[in-house]
Structure formats: structure tokens, C-alpha cells
């Protein structure tokens, strides 16, 4: 059971034991792999070899409490983008001297708390960022570590809405305007500068655009060289893709040895990664039950228990994401069908025009959904949020409950 393998293979081979999960759990049920997840994570570690590096796991592909866990007992670091990814870094035993901050929207509060906890450092996203930063580290008494989101303006050739570094993106601030900024942080009393960052999209499929990128980034560091400011580690942030369909990404290995070849003549610069899809998406799935076929003149829908409340991957941005079923059956006809859920949205749809042979009560697993899953889940429909497991070995450990109906108006008051 705890192999789904670096592209999300060998489940298949025990579909009794998702079965026996689900029915002991219900479904939609999230199932994660430790195995996996470690097995990807050590990818990364060996990929960066002797070149000094801090591989930060970016929290919001998946934060569940136990996932942190695993990472952080192998030394991970973490890329957070809000406080309360900290909270949860700290809660999963997480060192946050290896914490870096991005996000374009840091609040004073925000600021401070990472602060307190001594974070390695804060990716900085604008100029007006850099004030409020050097504001907040001087009320405390402290000197705050910083690196600037540079925006080298490279299409990442990926979906628009998870592309980030074009000039149109509201990310990072743009490789023309970075050495005045530069200037400006370090010509800041409370800010000390330590890195340059970028992240230039998600779910990159090809290694140019990151080499392209990182030679911005290069001549950018030796640039500000010249100007005096001495830069000790280069963020090359997340965005390496995985398969979910055919897609053939550069497994990290390759992608790091590219960028390591360009690191060659600079051994001192520290080398941090961001990968948050790499490691999680596909040490994931999503279980699933047919609640109703419902053939239909133009289309066969497969109502089934999981919505875009769970997974909204699909409807957000057309995202395709393999869909089987736990248990192969041949006494059912073969049909095209939707996968829909109870949501009362035409694009509440988990795939399309997918061909399978099913009947009502069967299971069928989305794969690749350990990424971007439940973190982005939501109670819409008032629907509870699914149950979380982590497969370790034989065992299924429950690492989140089942939302409840009742817990969903925790916190909500009648007028008097
Ligand atoms: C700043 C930053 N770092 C890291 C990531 C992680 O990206 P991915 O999951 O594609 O590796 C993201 C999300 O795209 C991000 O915005
Ligand atoms: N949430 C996106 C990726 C965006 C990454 C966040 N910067 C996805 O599911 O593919």
C-alpha cells in the first residue's frame, strides 16, 4: 500500500487496502503515502548533492500537520506564505531558522511573528514591503534577513493562473527596478540583505525557463556585486511539474544537475529550492464513491461523493487528473461518462469524458492529489471537508478527522 510511486504508480496493485480504508473511514477520503513523500523529498536532497542547499517544502501544497511532520524529521525546510503556515511549521516540529517568507501581502502582525521565531529569511515582494519590514524589525529590536522577489519576466509556459513571473503577474518586483531596490534595502538600518528569490510558476514541465531565469538571477547577483551588496543565497523557487496525465517533467535530479552546472564557479552560494507539487501531488489520491449513474441524452454523468469543495483543481483550471476505479470490474458495460459531484455548479466536476466500466457503489480514485487537494478544499455546499490518512508501511494512521455538520457554524451567532 505505500508505494504510490514517483508518477503515481503502483496503488493499483492494492485495491483491497483502499477499499478496507474507505469502508472503515468513509468517503471522500484523502490518502497520503509516507514512503512517498520521503522517497520524493530525499530526491531533491540528493539532486542538490554537495552544493550547499535548504530544500523548502512550500506548505501550501498540502499543511496537514503530519505531512510537515515527516519533511521536518528529515530536515526540510519550508516556504510559507502566511502566518499561520509558520504556526503550523512550529506545531509539526519544524525549525524556523529554515523558514523563508513570500507572499505579496505580509501584514505588521505577520511580519512579526516570523520575526520572533528567527526565520532563515523573508522573500520580499515590493518597496513598500521593505519599509513596513525595516519598520516592524526596528520596533523589535531586531535586524531582519532579507531576499527580494525579483520577477525575471520568463514564460513558465504553464496555465495562466499559475504562471508568476511575466510582468503582468502581481508577483516579485521586475529585474529592471531590482538593483534600485536592492539599494534601497540595504541602504535600510533594520534589514539585512542575504538572498535573491524568484519563483517563476507551477507545474513546469521543461528545465528553460528555469535556466533562463536563473541566468537573469546570476547576472543580477554579480551586478549588485559591483554595487557592494554581497549575496549569500539564491532562491530558485518551486514549479516543478509532475505527471498527472503524460506530461514528461524533468525528474529533480535532472532539473537540479541543470542548475548546479550554471553554480559550478560560485561553490559559497547557498541553493534553496521551493517545491511543493513535486513532493506531494502524486504521493496523494482522493477516494471516492459512485453515489448515481445517470445516463443522459448528450452525456453520462457518474455522480459520485467528491466535489470541487474537495478538489478543485479540475474546475479552477481545467486541470485533468486520472480517474480509476479501486477495483477493475467486466460485468458492466464500458461508457464515457462526467465525474460530477453534489455541488450545485455546472463546473462542479472532478474529470470528463472519461471511459469507464462502473456501477453504483464503486470506488474510483483521483490521482495525483496529494498537491493543491485539500488545502484547497472548502466547506461550500456546507459540505464537512473529507477525512486525511497517512499510510506508513501496513499501517493507515488518521492525520484529520472528518469535519462534522455541526462544526461547520463553530464560531456563528444569532442577533439577539
Ligand atoms: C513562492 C512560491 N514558492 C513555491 C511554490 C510551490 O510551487 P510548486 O508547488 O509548483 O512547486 C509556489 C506555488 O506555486 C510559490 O508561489
Ligand atoms: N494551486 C495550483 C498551483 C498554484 C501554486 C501556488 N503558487 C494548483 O493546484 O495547481
Not at 5 to 28: C, M, W
Not at 210 to 220: G, H
Not at 322 to 332: H, L
Not at 347 to 370: E, Y
Amino acid at each position: 500500500m505505500d508505494h504510490f510511486n514517483y508518477q503515481d504508480g503502483q496503488l493499483f496493485a492494492e485495491q483491497t487496502a483502499v477499499a478496507e480504508l474507505a469502508a472503515q473511514y468513509g468517503t471522500p477520503l484523502y490518502i497520503y503515502s509516507r514512503a512517498t513523500i520521503e522517497r520524493h523529498f530525499q530526491a531533491f536532497e540528493a539532486a542538490a548533492g554537495d552544493h550547499p542547499h535548504l530544500v523548502c517544502y512550500a506548505v501550501k501544497a498540502n499543511s496537514n500537520i503530519a505531512v510537515l511532520n515527516v519533511l521536518a524529521r528529515l530536515g526540510a525546510g519550508f516556504d510559507i506564505v502566511s502566518a499561520g503556515e509558520l504556526a503550523r511549521v512550529v506545531e509539526a516540529g519544524g525549525d524556523p531558522s529554515k523558514v523563508v517568507f513570500s507572499g505579496v501581502a505580509k501584514t505588521a502582525d505577520e511580519m512579526a511573528y516570523a520575526l520572533e521565531l528567527g526565520i532563515h529569511c523573508f522573500n520580499v515582494e515590493s518597496s513598500q514591503e521593505l519599509d513596513r519590514l525595516n519598520q516592524v524589525a526596528g520596533e523589535m529590536g531586531k535586524i531582519a534577513p532579507v531576499s527580494i522577489r525579483v520577477n525575471p519576466d520568463v514564460d513558465a509556459k504553464t496555465h495562466p493562473y499559475i504562471s508568476t513571473g511575466l510582468k503582468e503577474n502581481k508577483f516579485g518586483i521586475a529585474i529592471a527596478e531590482a538593483p534600485a531596490t536592492y539599494a534601497k534595502a540595504a541602504s535600510l538600518p533594520n534589514l539585512n540583505v542575504v538572498g535573491v528569490d524568484c519563483h517563476i510558476g507551477s507545474q513546469l514541465t521543461d528545465i528553460a525557463p528555469f535556466i533562463d531565469a536563473l541566468d537573469r538571477l546570476l547576472a543580477l547577483i554579480d551586478n549588485l556585486a559591483e554595487q557592494g551588496i554581497k549575496i549569500r543565497h539564491l532562491d530558485v523557487g518551486g514549479g516543478l511539474g509532475v505527471t498527472y496525465d503524460d506530461e514528461t517533467p524533468p525528474h529533480p535530479e535532472a532539473y537540479a544537475s541543470a542548475l548546479r552546472e550554471r553554480l559550478a564557479d560560485r561553490p559559497e552560494l547557498l541553493l534553496v529550492f521551493e517545491p511543493g507539487r513535486a513532493i506531494m501531488a502524486n504521493a496523494g489520491i482522493l477516494v471516492t464513491e459512485v453515489e448515481y449513474l445517470k445516463p443522459g441524452e448528450e452525456k453520462n454523468f457518474a455522480i459520485v461523493d467528491a466535489a470541487m469543495n474537495d478538489l478543485i483543481r479540475p474546475s479552477l483550471y481545467s486541470a485533468w487528473q486520472a480517474i480509476v476505479p479501486v477495483k477493475p470490474r467486466t460485468d458492466v458495460p464500458e461508457a464515457i461518462y462526467d465525474i460530477v459531484g453534489p455541488i450545485c455548479e455546472t463546473g462542479d466536476f472532478l474529470g470528463k469524458d472519461r471511459s469507464l466500466a462502473i456501477d453504483q457503489g464503486d470506488l474510483l480514485v483521483v490521482r495525483s492529489a496529494g498537491a493543491y487537494g485539500f488545502t484547497m478544499s472548502s466547506n461550500y455546499n456546507s459540505r464537512p471537508r473529507a477525512a486525511e490518512l497517512m499510510v506508513d508501511g501496513s499501517d493507515a494512521h488518521l492525520i484529520r478527522a472528518r469535519e462534522t455538520r455541526e462544526s461547520l457554524w463553530q464560531g456563528e451567532a444569532v442577533l439577539p
